[in-house]
């Protein structure tokens, strides 16, 4: 009976033990240099993101567009009462398309533009005509970072309510998304206004 007990407690020790060896382990990764530095570019990579889609909310960073930097094209659809405009405009030599289901008239074809920006990355976002000043239009490239940047702030922001960021392997993962999503948009971005 007493080796019974004695096995108990042992094993009771040594679970003990590991328990202590992991928070130690824990207690080191967060005092490490590379817990701060992940955590310092997961905040930074959040506040770029969030200020990409903020400034989908407010009509901030505009720049004009002239009448010769934008093409109309027309596409009939199911039949010829429904027209779907695809506009194209010139942002330094890209050309970004933006959709519009709405029959427009021969002013506004003529019409210089008025596109948003992000103030860090400087990708256009949204599309007024000036003659028809009553509605923004979503620039489609920009929809898709728009994405991404909404899916990495989302999964941070869960990871940080969750405290997951005090975990190596939890911590990594996000930070890997956060860094190759931000290459692959300061990529783009960097493309567009002729640096690369």
Excluded at 23 to 33: C, G, P, R, W
Excluded at 86 to 112: A, G, H, M, P
Excluded at 166 to 178: A, N, R, V
């Amino acid at each position: 009976m007493s080796d019974y007990n004695d096995n108990d407690e042992l094993k009771q020790i040594k679970r003990e033990i590991i328990l202590l060896k992991r928070k130690i382990e824990h207690l080191k990764f967060k005092n490490s240099f590379l817990f701060k530095f992940l955590n310092t570019v997961n905040i930074a990579i959040f506040i770029l993101y969030f200020q990409f889609i903020s400034s989908y909310i407010f009509d901030f960073n505009l720049s004009d567009v002239l009448n010769s930097n934008i093409q109309f094209n027309v596409y009939k659809y199911q039949s010829e009462s429904i027209k779907i405009y695809t506009i194209k405009f010139k942002y330094y030599d890209y050309f970004f398309r933006v959709k519009i289901n709405k029959t427009l008239d021969k002013s506004v074809v003529y019409s210089d533009a008025v596109i948003t920006k992000d103030p860090f990355f400087q990708i256009p976002q949204k599309f007024k005509l000036k003659n028809y000043s009553s509605q923004w239009f979503f620039v489609n490239e920009s929809l898709g970072i728009l994405t991404i940047c909404a899916i990495i702030v989302f999964v941070q922001g869960i990871a940080y309510l969750y405290r997951q960021n005090e975990y190596y392997y939890p911590l990594f993962s996000i930070s890997l998304l956060s860094v190759l999503s931000f290459i692959g948009i300061v990529f783009f971005s960097l493309y567009i206004h002729n640096f690369i």
